[in-house]
């Protein structure tokens, strides 16, 4: 039993009647769902199998705490392990062997609203694990797309990413929000694209489509409106903490990683927005970028 999803187009393969009926109760994945029959890139497995033992850390690389769910990922003697530990319950394990064609979840797959928020979790480390050498980055951001092109809207939660490209789509005829939270960045013939994505946070916006990058705003609260763009090493500054910082102490999956910046940074302007939240601030970042 098996459902293929098409993510930025990479096949992801999910097997196993307990993830299907998780993945069932998470709203994103239904506008990625494909019927065309091909090989997936990596198939993500509940099947009971021998190869369903727990592998052990051989290195912890990376840790944190969010919702009072302690989540650890790092290297194992074959591959990488994602563990994920409620304060209560049983946690939920995420691991992939060698070849990284086979990716394996276990643990927490009954239905409830904590299973679902670990699951989708999950599926993004997976998503990230497999296609990280492939140009391809999970980039925490609220994108907005506008004259058919996307513009990622930078910064740490809390500093108003939504309230911004909520204001575009308020007074500037045409902006439209791709994703809130996760959209997917890929090189497609040496051009950034944006994607729609199955992760986009609290906001309901799962739009299985795709826009070539216009540009990168990375905001920051402020009594005025002022808008400034910056140089290479300022603009990796302001886009490396948005990507995923579960790969971030790993040689391997971080090489994918800089190698797909490289290419944003060589072909995307980056600008620093200081701003308040009202529609000038929206209207300034506009007019930036389109000249308009």
């Not at 994602?82 to 064609?101: I, M, R, V």
């Amino acid at each position: 039993m098996n459902r293929d999803y098409i993510i930025a187009k990479h096949r992801i393969r999910l097997e196993g009647e307990e993830l299907l009926q998780a993945v069932d109760k998470i709203e994103g994945f239904r506008p990625f769902l494909t019927t065309t029959v091909d090989s997936p890139l990596v198939t993500i497995t509940s099947e009971k199998t021998e190869a369903m033992r727990v592998p052990s850390f051989q290195e912890e690389e990376y840790s944190f705490v969010f919702e009072n769910i302690h989540s650890t990922f790092g290297r194992t003697s074959n591959g990488y392990l994602f563990k994920a530990s409620p304060s209560e319950g049983n946690p939920q394990y995420l691991w992939e062997e060698k070849d990284g064609k086979v990716i394996y979840i276990k643990g927490r797959l009954e239905e409830d609203s904590l299973t679902t928020r670990l699951v989708r979790f999950a599926l993004w480390i997976a998503y990230g694990m497999s296609t990280v050498r492939l140009n391809t980055i999970a980039v925490h951001t609220s994108t907005i797309t506008y004259k058919g092109k996307s513009v990622l809207f930078l910064g740490e939660s809390g500093t108003g990413k939504s309230t911004h490209t909520r204001l575009w789509r308020d007074h500037i005829p045409g902006a439209t929000l791709l994703n809130d939270d996760s959209p997917i960045l890929r090189i497609v013939d040496g051009k950034p694209w944006i994607f729609g994505s199955p992760w986009s946070g609290k906001t309901h916006c799962y739009k299985n489509e795709e826009y070539p990058l216009a540009a990168c705003v990375r905001l920051a609260q402020a009594p005025y409106n002022k808008i400034q763009k910056l140089r290479t090493v300022q603009a990796y500054a302001a886009i490396h903490p948005s990507c995923p910082p579960e790969f971030a102490y790993d040689e391997y999956l971080y090489d994918g990683i800089s190698q797909t910046l490289n290419v944003v940074l060589r072909q995307t302007p980056f600008y620093y927005l200081e701003c308040l939240p009202n529609a000038e601030a929206a209207q300034l970042s506009c007019k930036t970028i389109f000249g308009e």
